[in-house]
């Protein structure tokens, strides 16, 4: 077995990366000078922060207009549940995996919503899957950027702008960090605690018009708990969108 030398460079901030993230360079608790502490999430600087959060989403990672973007609970994995379980199942599912977190959808799929047409695309750590190998005429579940292996999909290119299928896309180490081409993506997920080193416990859910018609025209076989539930007798019910949050975020996290 080959040893390898320990690096003589060390990064500047030696702490670990993966998440939660350190701050942005420069942050100080100063930051949080102007968060909305001790005031309702529903009441009008608690909307409004959220809404500033929600607008700033778009406008830095050039989100489109008609793609819907939501506060939702349960950080990233809150966000890429949901969309499994609210989206599935209405046609065949490809789920690529190249590390730990990919796998883990896998086994969400497989083994929770036991979904009877799955086609599981994998790689070991440090590679890629064959990517060309997917069909995207059925919904495809990816991590863009592994978080485990270090292993990203280099761009959108593999995916075709005319499939018929959903991209699920958890991109969690990705958004703010790399480059993500929605038009090529039905739903991206990820969380605060990542990239923006914010606070964790809520997720951001990002949904393209054809992964909104999903929602409004499929009804899943199974029941769905009160976190995933976006209809009510088969209508949207504008809940996790905008400032409409479920549950209780901190305040905090608007000022990171
Ligand atoms: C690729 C990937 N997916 C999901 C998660 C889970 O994120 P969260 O803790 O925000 O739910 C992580 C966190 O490390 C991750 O790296």
Request: aromatic share 8%.
């Amino acid at each position: 077995m080959t040893t390898l030398p320990m690096p003589a460079v060390r990064p500047a901030n030696p702490n670990f990366s993966s998440g939660p993230c350190a701050k942005r360079p420069g942050w100080s608790v100063e930051a949080l000078k102007g968060a909305a502490v001790g005031r309702s999430h529903r009441a009008k600087i608690g909307k409004a922060r959220l809404e500033q959060a929600i607008d700033l989403t778009r406008e830095v990672l050039q989100v489109p207009a008609d793609w819907r973007i939501g506060i939702v609970p349960a950080s990233d994995t809150g966000a890429v549940e949901m969309a499994l379980w609210s989206l599935l199942g209405a046609r065949g599912v490809d789920m690529i995996a190249w590390e730990s977190f990919g796998a883990g959808w896998i086994t969400d799929v497989v083994k929770q919503l036991r979904l009877p047409d799955v086609r599981r695309i994998e790689a070991g750590y440090g590679e890629l899957p064959d990517l060309s190998t997917i069909d995207f005429d059925r919904d495809v579940v990816f991590t863009w950027n592994g978080t485990t292996s270090g292993v990203r999909v280099p761009n959108a290119d593999f995916i075709p702008a005319d499939r018929t299928g959903l991209t699920i896309c958890d991109a969690t180490s990705a958004a703010f960090a790399q480059r993500l081409d929605f038009q090529k993506l039905d739903v991206v997920t990820f969380s605060w605690q990542k990239v923006l080193g914010g606070e964790a416990a809520h997720g951001m859910l990002i949904l393209s018009p054809r992964a909104v018609e999903r929602l409004e025209s499929y009804v899943p076989a199974w029941p769905l708990p009160k976190i995933f539930r976006w209809t009510r007798n088969g209508k949207w019910t504008g809940a996790f969108l905008g400032a409409e949050t479920l549950n209780t975020p901190s305040l905090h996290s608007s000022r990171i």
